[in-house]
C-alpha cells in the first residue's frame, strides 16, 4: 500500500510537472495581453465566438489579463481576414473569430484577394448544426416523405430562411437537394431577413419549409409547434433534441456543422501557434468551459492545429464546388 501511495504521489508530481511546462512555453510564446477581433458589430455570433475564448480563457485561469474584444464590421469578415493579412499577419497575440459562414464567403471569393490557405486556422470550440424543420401540422413526417414529394413536387413546397442564395442557410437547403438527386436550382427558396422571420413565415404558412439551427429552436420544441425532420448533424444530440434523427441515418448523407472557431496571421510563428493550440485544448476540455459552452447554445466540437485546417480548407473545396454547379462563382 505504502508502495502504491508512494507512486501515486510521484505520478501526481510529474503531471504538476507536466503542466507547469506547458503553462511555461505557452506563456513565453504568447504575449500577456491578447485579443481577438469579432469582424462584424456587436452582439452577433462572431462577438459571442469572441467572448467564448475570452470569458473561458480568463474563468478557467489560462491567461492573466482579460482578452480585449474588438471589432471589425465590413464585407461579411472581408475587411478582418484583409487586416490581419495586409497588418497583422505575424502578430502572436491576436485571434480573429471565425464561423462556416467565413468558409462558404471564402470560396464564393468574397474576400478579395485572400484565399482559405492564407490565414493559420487555430481551432473550433463550440457548433451548432443545421436542421430540416416543417410545422407540427405538415403532412411529412420523414425527411424521406419530404424528398419524395419535393421530386414530384418541386415547385410546389418552398424553402425558406434567414439569408439569399448563398448563405449558409441556402446551403443546407442545396445539399439537401442534391442528397435527393435533385439540382438546386430546382429549389423553390425564399429569402428572410434573418432566422425568426423565417421560422414565422413556416409558422404562417408562407413557406413549407425552414432550415434552421437546433439551438435556436428550443423553445419551438417545447411549444409543439414544429416538427424537425433531421438534424444535420454526425450523429443525434442529447437533450430536448435525442428524438431527432439525423439526415444521414434516413439515408441522406449531409451534414452542416456551424461551428465557432478562430484563425492567426498566416506569418504567425510555429512556436507560438502551437502554444495556441495547446491553449485552446486545454480549454475544450474544462469542465467550467464547457458550462459556459452550453449556456450559449452550443455543442461540443474539438478541431485544433492541423486537423482544424485541414477540415476547413475541405469545407470551403466542397463549397466552391456547389457555387460552380448553381452558377454562383466561375
Avoid at 434573418?194 to 409558422?203: C, I, K, T, V
Wanted: proline residues 5%.
Amino acid at each position: 500500500m505504502k508502495i502504491n501511495s508512494t507512486l501515486r504521489y510521484a505520478s501526481g508530481l510529474a503531471l504538476m510537472g507536466s503542466a507547469l511546462l506547458i503553462g511555461q512555453a505557452q506563456a513565453q510564446a504568447i504575449p500577456e495581453s491578447t485579443e481577438c477581433i469579432a469582424p462584424a458589430k456587436p452582439g452577433g455570433g462572431y462577438d459571442l465566438t469572441c467572448r467564448l475564448a475570452a470569458n473561458g480563457l480568463q474563468d478557467t485561469g489560462l491567461i492573466s489579463k482579460p482578452m480585449m474584444v474588438s471589432y471589425m464590421p465590413g464585407g461579411i469578415g472581408a475587411v478582418a481576414y484583409n487586416h490581419v493579412n495586409g497588418v497583422r499577419a505575424d502578430d502572436p497575440s491576436l485571434i480573429v473569430a471565425a464561423s462556416t459562414g467565413a468558409a462558404v464567403n471564402l470560396a464564393l471569393g468574397k474576400f478579395g484577394e485572400y484565399d482559405a490557405d492564407e490565414v493559420r486556422w487555430l481551432g473550433a470550440l463550440g457548433v451548432d448544426y443545421g436542421a430540416i424543420v416543417v410545422s407540427a401540422d405538415a403532412p411529412w413526417q420523414s425527411l424521406d416523405e419530404l424528398m419524395t414529394d419535393l421530386k414530384e413536387n418541386p415547385n410546389e413546397i418552398a424553402f425558406g430562411a434567414g439569408g439569399t442564395v448563398g448563405s449558409q442557410d441556402w446551403m443546407k437547403a442545396a445539399l439537401i437537394a442534391k442528397s435527393g438527386d435533385m439540382s438546386p436550382r430546382d429549389l423553390r427558396y425564399v429569402a428572410f431577413e434573418g432566422g425568426g422571420e423565417a421560422l414565422a413565415a413556416l409558422l404562417g404558412d408562407h413557406i413549407q419549409v425552414f432550415t434552421g439551427d437546433l439551438s435556436e429552436l428550443r423553445s419551438q420544441l417545447e411549444g409543439g409547434k414544429i416538427r424537425v425532420l433531421a438534424a444535420l448533424s454526425e450523429e443525434r444530440m442529447g437533450g430536448p433534441y435525442a428524438d431527432i434523427p439525423t439526415a444521414a441515418e434516413q439515408g441522406y448523407d449531409v451534414e452542416w456543422p456551424i461551428w465557432r472557431g478562430y484563425y492567426m496571421g498566416p506569418e504567425v510563428s510555429d512556436e507560438a501557434y502551437q502554444a495556441w493550440v495547446e491553449r485552446m485544448q486545454q480549454l475544450s476540455e474544462d469542465p467550467v468551459f464547457a458550462e459556459l459552452r452550453e449556456a450559449r447554445g452550443l455543442f461540443p466540437m474539438s478541431r485544433f492545429g492541423e486537423d482544424f485546417d485541414r477540415y476547413v480548407q475541405g469545407q470551403v473545396a466542397e463549397f466552391k464546388g456547389l457555387a460552380e454547379e448553381v452558377g454562383l462563382t466561375k
